[in-house]
Antibody, heavy 120, light 109 residues
Framework: EVQLVESGGGLVQPGGSLRLSCAAS????????MSWVRQAAGKGLEWVSV???????YYADSVKGRFTISRDNSKNTVYLQMSSLRGDDTAVYYC??????????????WGQGTLVTVSS | QSALTQPASVSGSPGQSITISCTGT?????????VSWYQQQPGKAPKVIIY???NRPSGVSYRFSGSKSGNTASLTIFGLQAEDEADYYC??????????FGTGTKVTV
C-alpha cells in the first residue's frame, strides 16, 4: 500500500528556514516523480515543486531560488528545503506521487499534509 | 505559471447534472491530454477522480466524467448526490515539465 507521511512543519519567523520531509512506503521514490503542493487557509491548491525519477527538478516561480527539492533514496524520503520564508508561504504542504496509467502525469497519491506558519 | 481558470462555485439539486469548466492555454490544457481533476472534502487531502482527461481511477463513481476541447477541459457530475458537495480542482501537466492547478470550484448540492 502506498503511503506518504509529511513532517517538519511548524512556526518559523519571516526570513527563516525549514525543511519538510515526506517519508514514503509501498513504493520507491527514485522511480516515481514526487511533487510538493501547498494550500493556504481557505485558498486553492498551488503546485510548488517536482523531482523526476532522473533527478530533474522544477519549481513554481513563487518559490524559485528559495526552495529546494531533493530525495534520499536510502531513506525513501523526499525533502523540501525552504529558506527566506515569507508570510505568503504559510500553508499546508502536501507531498504527492505520480499516478498510475500510461503517462502518470497526475498526482495519484497524497499525504495528509503538514502545516507551515510563517509569522513573527 | 498562471492558474487555470475555473468558476468559483457551481450548484445543483440532487439528481441533476453539473459541469465545471477549466480554461488554460496551449502550453498546458491544450498542449497535452494530461488534465486531471481532484475532489477535496473539508480538512482532507485532495483525491484524484479523473486523469488523462477522461480516465477514472478504480473506485471512483461512473457519475464523474471528463472531457476536453482545445484549451478548455470540463468535469461533469451526473446524478448529483449530497456526498458530491466538495471543492474540485483541475490540473494539467505543462510544456515546461511543471504542473499547474485550477482556481478551484465549490460544488453545492
Amino acid at each position: 500500500e502506498v503511503q506518504l507521511v509529511e513532517s517538519g512543519g511548524g512556526l518559523v519567523q519571516p526570513g527563516g528556514s525549514l525543511r519538510l520531509s515526506c517519508a514514503a512506503s509501498g513504493f520507491t521514490v527514485s522511480i516515481n516523480y514526487m511533487s510538493w503542493v501547498r494550500q493556504a487557509a481557505g485558498k486553492g491548491l498551488e503546485w510548488v515543486s517536482v523531482i523526476y525519477s532522473g533527478g530533474r527538478t522544477y519549481y513554481a516561480d513563487s518559490v524559485k531560488g528559495r526552495f529546494t527539492i531533493s530525495r534520499d533514496n536510502s531513506k525513501n524520503t523526499v525533502y523540501l528545503q525552504m529558506s527566506s520564508l515569507r508570510g505568503d508561504d504559510t500553508a499546508v504542504y502536501y507531498c504527492a506521487r505520480e499516478g498510475l496509467g500510461s503517462s502518470g502525469y497526475y498526482h495519484g497519491y497524497w499525504g495528509q499534509g503538514t502545516l507551515v506558519t510563517v509569522s513573527s | 505559471q498562471s492558474a487555470l481558470t475555473q468558476p468559483a462555485s457551481v450548484s445543483g439539486s440532487p439528481g441533476q447534472s453539473i459541469t465545471i469548466s477549466c480554461t488554460g492555454t496551449s502550453s498546458d490544457v491544450g498542449g497535452y491530454n494530461y488534465v486531471s481533476w481532484y475532489q477535496q472534502q473539508p480538512g482532507k487531502a485532495p483525491k484524484v477522480i479523473i486523469y488523462e482527461v477522461t480516465n477514472r481511477p478504480s473506485g471512483v463513481s461512473y457519475r464523474f466524467s471528463g472531457s476536453k476541447s482545445g484549451n478548455t477541459a470540463s468535469l461533469t457530475i451526473f446524478g448529483l448526490q449530497a456526498e458530491d458537495e466538495a471543492d474540485y480542482y483541475c490540473s494539467s501537466y505543462t510544456t515546461s515539465s511543471t504542473f499547474v492547478f485550477g482556481t478551484g470550484t465549490k460544488v453545492t448540492v
